[in-house]
């Protein structure tokens, strides 16, 4: 099967690939994180009980899948 794939399919993927791809990946994250602190501020500003609680639980979240703890 492998034989009638395309050379470049078969290759294993260059470690500068992997370094891009990693790198791709660190940034969606870190945009995630970014996008739920700027929630969590909002929930923090409006002040109510339900809103404190969810930023939170939104703030907890960010912080577990922040890219320096990891997934």
Do not use: N
């Amino acid at each position: 099967m492998l034989a009638a794939l395309p050379a470049h399919y078969r290759e294993e993927p260059s470690a500068e690939s992997r370094t891009e791809y990693g790198r791709q990946t660190a940034m969606k994250r870190l945009e995630l994180v970014i996008v739920q602190f700027e929630e969590v501020k909002h929930l923090i500003e409006v002040g109510r009980v339900p809103q404190l609680r969810l930023a939170h639980i939104l703030l907890d979240s960010a912080v577990a899948s922040s890219p320096a703890t990891g997934p």
